[in-house]
């Protein structure tokens, strides 16, 4: 497609590099050369300027904080969220009120087991509604935190649901109200939820880390400033990337060693093609749980917005310098002024200690997976971009899925329950937009780019599935359970401004 670079004039008088992305319709012939256009009326909301001092880099990396189990009851976890505000000093001199599940950024660790009951108590102290998603775990419609079910502000609802057996995997929760979610998740509203089994092939000796990649925007005074014009049009990005809530923190790994990272990019749209210098990955699971069998020698995995991975990382025999986890540059085709299309960010630093340990080898066979088999049903949405100032901040542009914006009254798709149904996801913007169906797990089939079809070379279990610019991705999918189920792109912001359906599944 047609991508224009120019230069615009930003509000501090600084110059950066804008990338058009060409589907603009009306948009003027850019200029070139030395001399600085007038600004641009389409960036008269820029971003603020990124602060001067940066935040404390180089810190151990911390533990994530694990949710207290209250329950004396085997196979129970209980405990209670609160939806509350908090602050922490970020930068120097300054304080960050941030918008948490207790008090923590990121949220506490849920750590549970299949076939755990769990009984979540939401509390919101919040000022507006809130609810609580557990994004990816096929839990019932009415216990899934979806923009149906608020929780009034100073209101208290029960989350209950079990897990079953095959769930195992790495999942998330984040608040999901109508419009809200975007803000609610920006400001610090998000966790990870590992689920385990008790027959987990991958050997106990394998220590696991536990990464969730965030994004954070501070102004200079500390504050975290609300969406601009573009935020809006394009899925937020912050000025720091940060994991388990630290800005480029230290991992240590001994030499030879094998370690399993879980990772969740929890971000509101920050793609991030991860990369480890020196070192290949092997990718061994994805959204829903493990892979059939690991895929060796990765020299990056790229993770949409919502999804997560499970990594094999063995460290060299001999210690080496400055190993760092980066995100690579990646263009998903948006007007981005942030440059991180362009720029490779450093996330984590592994640092090698002296005592080397025996890589521990990891059987061939991780999980059963059968193909979901030949589809009975189809069906086919499109995504698309308009122009229009309908939009949230009085965007340019609207996302749109079949032509439509949600709509929490209407239902947009009717599925049979368990039913095995192919979609085809067609993306007819010059944006990516990461497609996420709520209730289960689905099996991506194939993507097709520039008239060139790839079938997808392993089966894994997915619930979100980047569809860049311009393709169409096609995938297997089941739902088990009767009810309303939300489908939507995981770019926050999109998904805020109606980028979303309802699917029904019916008996
Ligand atoms: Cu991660 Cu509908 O959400
Ligand atoms: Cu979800
Ligand atoms: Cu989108």
């Given at each position: 497609?047609?991508?224009?670079r120019f ?46 001092s ?80 557990w994004?990816g ?51 610090g509203?998000a ?38 014009t ?32 879980r ?10 093609r ?13 959204d ?9 020698g990765?020299?990056?995995?790229l993770?949409a ?17 400055s ?61 698309s971009?308009g ?51 709520h ?8 993507r ?32 088990h ?20 359906g ?6």
């Amino acid at each position: 497609m047609d991508r224009r670079r120019f230069i615009i004039l930003g509000s501090a008088g600084s110059v950066a590099v804008l990338t058009g992305c060409g589907g603009g319709g009306g948009a003027a012939t850019p200029p070139t050369g030395t001399t600085p256009p007038p600004a641009s009326p389409a960036v008269s909301n820029p971003p603020p300027a990124t602060p001067v001092s940066p935040l404390t880099a180089g810190q151990p990396l911390t533990d994530l904080v694990r949710l207290t189990n209250t329950s004396t009851t085997p196979g129970v976890f209980a405990a209670t969220l609160v939806a509350q505000r908090a602050s922490k000093s970020m930068l120097p001199g300054t304080s960050t009120e941030f918008w948490t599940y207790n008090a923590l950024v990121p949220g506490p660790l849920i750590d549970v087991f299949e076939g755990d009951t769990v009984r979540i108590r939401l509390e919101n102290r919040l000022s507006q509604e809130t609810t609580v998603h557990w994004h990816g775990l096929p839990v019932p419609p009415d216990q899934d935190g979806s923009p149906m079910d608020p929780v009034a502000p100073g209101a208290t609802r029960l989350y209950e649901f079990t897990l079953p057996v095959g769930s195992a995997g790495t999942y998330w929760y984040h608040p999901h109200p109508h419009e809200l979610t975007a803000e609610q998740v920006f400001r610090g509203m998000a966790g990870l939820l590992v689920v385990r089994s008790r027959t987990d092939p991958v050997p106990a000796a394998i220590e696991e880390r536990l990464l969730v990649i965030s994004d954070l925007r501070l102004a200079l005074d500390g504050t975290i400033p609300a969406n601009t014009t573009m935020d809006w049009q394009n899925g937020r990005e912050g000025n720091y990337v940060l994991v388990n809530g630290q800005y480029r923190p230290v991992l240590t790994i001994n030499p030879g060693q094998s370690q399993r990272w879980r990772i969740l990019n929890a971000t509101n749209a920050r793609y991030l093609r991860l990369a480890l210098t020196g070192h290949t990955v092997t990718l061994i699971g994805t959204d829903g749980g493990l892979l059939r069998s690991p895929v060796p020698g990765l020299d990056e995995i790229l993770l949409a917005p919502a999804e997560r991975v499970e990594v094999i990382v063995t460290a060299s025999l001999s210690s080496q310098a400055s190993v760092v986890l980066q995100a690579l540059p990646y263009d998903r085709g948006d007007m981005g002024m942030m440059g991180s299309s362009s720029t490779t960010i450093p996330l984590l630093r592994v640092d090698y200690t002296s005592a080397a340990t025996a890589a521990v080898a990891l059987p061939g066979a991780l999980n059963a997976i059968a193909d979901l088999g030949v589809p009975t049903q189809s069906k086919r949405l499109v995504f698309s971009s308009g122009m229009g100032m309908g939009g949230m901040g009085g965007g340019m542009m609207s996302f749109l899925i079949d032509g439509k914006t949600f709509d929490p009254a209407r239902i947009d798709l009717t599925s049979r329950v368990n039913e095995l149904e192919q979609w085809t996801i067609e993306n007819r913007s010059g944006m990516d937009h990461p497609f996420h169906l709520h209730g289960t797990q689905f099996q991506v089939a194939s993507r097709t780019r520039n008239g060139v079809t790839t079938t997808e070379p392993y089966l894994a279990w997915r619930d979100t599935v980047n569809v860049a610019a311009f393709e169409t991705v096609v995938l297997k999918v089941v739902q088990h359970q009767l009810g309303k189920r939300m489908y939507h792109c995981h770019i926050l912001e999109h998904e805020s401004q109606g980028m979303m359906g309802v699917l029904e599944v019916v008996d």
